[in-house]
């Protein structure tokens, strides 16, 4: 297939064969295990976060920010990072992001307060998500259709693996250390794969001097962000922390070194026409080549949606500041897509989409994510009200009997694919799960002490694995090479968006069954008059409640899961002679 000469180098030195190795594609595929596993691993450490940067236990709706922050970074800014991988080439982008991911750690294993943790959280998000997309789009890069499904396999299970690895890391660095450990920890790895990447990558050797000054200016920003006790508290040493000009804070030794350093590396990047280590002299360029109108409308609109719901408080309304943030979304959304129709160097080349294929792909991520955020949040919640009644470790270990399953199945979908049609596969892996939700739907406060409980989660499991190389084989499969990027980041941001819609509505629906069986039971100064404080009647009565509140939530995942199995073996149609997977 020929290729115009606006096509991104990455491209073309693909078609030279000179495209990144696999020791490039296993350092991707770990940096996306790790900022994966970032994702639990928070979780687990949040109360150990809040107090640390100033916020007590009992004002948890703070934490939003914390968790949201991530999301929204992650989300909002996937297509833009997806355009870029496709404009500018996946290794790039994958270095960017991973030092984007490490400088968002270092922020917030320094922050001591609530602000920095934010930000930090937030430039962890952009890093994170955008390793995804371009990830993705270098196995596609790499591998022909009709070889490629095995290796996506793989990627979606080392992503999904960070659900099981993410608790077991937190838990073990917990125990041994605090939680600014677990950054610290982050800022390592990320540091570590980004020299890898740059190293394994096939990329122009850095300019010698300009790394340098970048060395400088980042160890005089990390000293000056940690301000370890040693240096801080040495006689000497701690000079370097007492401002040059007393009343201005910012005038420090070794925060005017990072500045001269970095005023310096810019310089230096300017001026340098090969391998420099800012890539500004292409900037005004590039600033030509991505739509950047669209780019602040789509992050506009994700933005909204995102913050919509993650702020929403679930037992009392389905998306927060809804008459603010829908319309604004909606609104956005509907100038974006106008806009992209007209713009000549649309940010995401809505017309790549129009194969069947390429938007059933979609659809049936979207669905995905509907289905699998009641398995991640309801499993553990259901846990907790009945066999492991407050104990979060044993909800946890009740969770991870359905998540080790996860990853096996997207090996397994990825080799399925080779021999059996993608969408026979998807449909099959989400029909299981389907039927596992329907198991779910029967259980009762008995049965997660039998053995059948735990085959019901390994088959959810199982299934949700077995969709995740189709849906990205076929999706890549019937889009060209120059878009896999832009591809690839809608597919994770229709996932997201499901599981964040999912989590709402399911939830809300859910609650007005709980409430109405409560309000049907009576109060306790009914049933029991004489005694209300110690009612067994009316505990019974929410037991059983609470059963029909989660009852309610796996039913809705099931006819998720089943949408998205008959999604998957209608739309997710290949339309190329050449065969995917097979």
Not at 109 to 129: C, F, K, N, W, Y
Not at 319 to 328: E, T
Not at 336 to 353: D, N
Request: proline content about 7%; hydrophobic content about 55%.
């Amino acid at each position: 297939m020929s290729r115009s000469p606006r096509h991104p180098p990455a491209e073309r030195a693909s078609q030279a064969g000179a495209v990144p190795g696999l020791p490039a594609v296993v350092l991707a595929t770990l940096a996306v295990l790790v900022t994966a596993a970032d994702t639990y691993v928070v979780v687990l450490a949040l109360p150990d976060i809040l107090t640390g940067v100033g916020v007590s236990l009992d004002e948890l709706q703070r934490a939003t920010p914390i968790v949201g922050g991530f999301l929204l970074g992650y989300t909002a800014t996937l297509p833009l990072l997806g355009r870029l991988a496709d404009l500018r080439g996946r290794v790039p982008v994958l270095i960017g992001c991973l030092l984007l991911f490490a400088v968002g750690s270092l922020l917030t294993a320094t922050a001591d307060s609530l602000g920095p943790a934010v930000l930090g959280r937030g430039l962890q998000g952009i890093g994170a998500g955008g390793l995804v997309p371009a990830t993705l789009a270098l196995v596609a890069d790499r591998w022909p259709p009709e070889r490629r499904s095995v290796p996506l396999g793989v990627v979606g299970a080392v992503q999904e693996g960070g659900a099981v690895l993410g608790p077991l890391a937190g838990a073990a660095v917990l125990a041994v250390a605090d939680w600014r450990a677990i950054f610290w920890l982050n800022l390592l790895l990320g540091l570590g794969l980004a020299v890898g990447v740059v190293a394994t990558g096939r990329v122009r050797r850095p300019d010698p001097v300009g790394l340098g000054l970048a060395v400088v200016a980042a160890l005089a920003l990390g000293l000056q962000l940690a301000e370890p006790a040693q240096l801080a508290e040495d006689v000497t040493l701690g000079l370097l922390y007492v401002p040059v000009a007393e009343p201005l804070e910012w005038t420090t030794p070794l925060l005017l070194v990072g500045a001269v350093a970095t005023l310096a590396l810019v310089a230096r990047s300017l001026s340098t026409p090969d391998g420099a280590v800012l890539p500004l002299r292409g900037v005004r360029r590039l600033a030509t080549e991505v739509d950047l109108l669209g780019s602040a409308l789509v992050v506009v609109a994700l933005g909204s949606l995102v913050w919509a719901f993650a702020a929403a408080d679930t037992s009392r309304q389905v998306v927060a500041h809804g008459p603010v943030l829908l319309p604004v979304a909606v609104a956005a959304a509907v100038v974006f897509i106008w806009h992209e129709r007209r713009t000549p160097r649309p940010v995401l080349p809505l017309h790549a989409l129009r194969p069947v294929g390429a938007w059933g792909a979609l659809l049936v991520n979207l669905l995905v994510g509907v289905a699998l955020v009641a398995a991640l949040v309801d499993i553990p919640l259901f846990a907790r009200s009945t066999t492991t009644p407050g104990d979060q470790l044993g909800a946890a270990l009740v969770l991870l009997r359905l998540l080790i399953a996860v990853p096996i199945g997207a090996v397994a979908g990825g080799w399925l694919c080779r021999v059996v049609a993608p969408r026979l596969v998807a449909a099959a892996g989400m029909a299981l799960a389907a039927a596992a939700f329907v198991a779910m739907a029967r259980w009762d406060a008995d049965s997660l002490d039998g053995g059948w409980s735990t085959v019901v989660l390994l088959a959810a499991g199982l299934g949700f694995g077995l969709a995740i190389a189709p849906v990205n084989a076929v999706l890549l499969a019937v889009t060209e090479s120059e878009v896999h990027g832009s591809a690839s980041a809608l597919a994770v941001v229709a996932r997201t968006v499901g599981m964040l819609t999912g989590l709402s509505l399911l939830t809300a629906v859910a609650l007005r069954r709980f409430n109405a069986e409560i309000a049907a039971a009576g109060s306790p100064l009914e049933l029991c008059p004489r005694t209300p404080s110690d009612c067994a009647p009316y505990d019974a009565a929410v037991d059983s409640a609470i059963l029909t509140q989660l009852h309610t939530v796996f039913v809705g995942a099931a006819v998720a899961a089943a949408l998205a199995a008959l999604a998957a073996l209608v739309l997710l149609r290949s339309g190329r002679t050449t065969a995917v997977g097979r």
